[in-house]
């Protein structure tokens, strides 16, 4: 798939097969989000990937939004390895995060496996029940995996604002 046409083919599956995701489609996922760029290229994500009966089971103590996934990617990251930015309010953590999941999702999308995107949780809940480090957080949860035979795209999938509304030239 070109880029377009594999931006264009990822949605928010919400509905999951239980079908195991196999070993080197996770890696390749895995590698997908590894080439992501970071700041100052700290490559500060930590990424746990759940899929444990276990881990499950946290998961959906920490989200309603699971939909069947088989695994779970927490995109974590370590907060002593982000860029400041000047003026020492910000820093690059969470847009780190960000932009390494957005690498796994199209990664998975290529590979034929869907994902939902997650931010329904609490960070600090979660940070604790997955017994993440202290200079960690995580920001991102993305179920993965097959879609059910039924999963389709919910109607707001087609729905994106116009570049007229979102882009301005000066
Ligand atoms: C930052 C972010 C957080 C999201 N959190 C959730 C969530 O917690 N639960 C959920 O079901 N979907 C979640 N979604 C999915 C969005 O609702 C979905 O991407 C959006 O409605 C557009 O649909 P599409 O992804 O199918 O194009 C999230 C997506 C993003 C980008």
Redo the contacts with the bound molecule.
């Keep these: 798939m070109d880029f377009f046409e594999l931006a264009k083919a990822?949605?928010?599956c919400?509905k999951f097969s239980e079908k195991a995701v196999e070993e080197d489609k996770l890696t390749k996922v895995l590698e997908g989000g590894r080439l992501a760029p970071t700041a100052k290229n700290s490559q500060p994500q930590h990424i746990y990937v759940l899929r444990s009966e276990e881990s499950l089971k946290i998961v959906d103590t920490l989200?309603p939004?699971r939909y069947g996934a088989p695994v779970v990617l927490a995109v974590a990251h370590n907060k002593q390895s982000v860029f400041e930015y000047p003026g020492g309010v910000y820093n690059s953590g969470a847009e780190d995060a960000a932009i390494v999941a957005t690498h796994l999702v199209l990664a998975a999308k290529e590979v034929g496996l869907d994902t939902?995107?997650?931010?329904?949780?609490d960070p600090d809940k979660a940070k604790a029940e997955l017994g993440l480090p202290d200079n960690e957080m995580v920001t991102i949860l993305l179920d993965l995996g097959y879609p059910d035979a039924t999963a389709k795209?919910?109607p707001?999938?087609e729905s994106r604002k116009p570049l007229s509304e979102t882009v301005t030239y000066r």
Excluded at 116 to 121: Q, R, S, T
Aim: glycine share 0%; hydrophobic share 30%; aromatic share 24%.
């Design positions: 990822r949605y928010s919400k989200t939004c939902c995107w997650l931010n329904f949780f795209p919910l707001n999938h």
